[in-house]
């Protein structure tokens, strides 16, 4: 019934299918990659990078996020 496809459609509104959700590959983690799995990961680029300081410079950063979050700001890539 309607429950079923609102279900569906709740758990693909999640940064995986986000347009503002970007993949991100092993070389530009900021993350610890041996203590998370790169593949379930990403960047949120729905605002411009934050600016934070680093050991020895200042690197502008966009916000960690995992394929499985959602928010409030979700855009589907692709209409649902």
């Given amino acids: 019934g309607s429950s079923r496809t609102s279900g569906n459609r709740r758990r693909a509104m999640t940064c995986a299918s986000c347009i503002h959700f970007s993949a991100r590959a092993a070389s530009d983690a900021t993350i610890e990659p041996a203590k998370t799995d790169l593949s379930t990961v990403g960047v949120c680029r729905r605002y411009p ?17 995992h394929r ?8 589907s890539a692709v209409p649902l």
């Fill in 49 to 65: 990078p934050r600016m934070e300081p680093r050991t020895s410079f200042l690197a502008s950063v966009f916000p960690n996020v």
């Fill in 68 to 75: 499985g979050n959602s928010c409030g700001e979700y855009d």
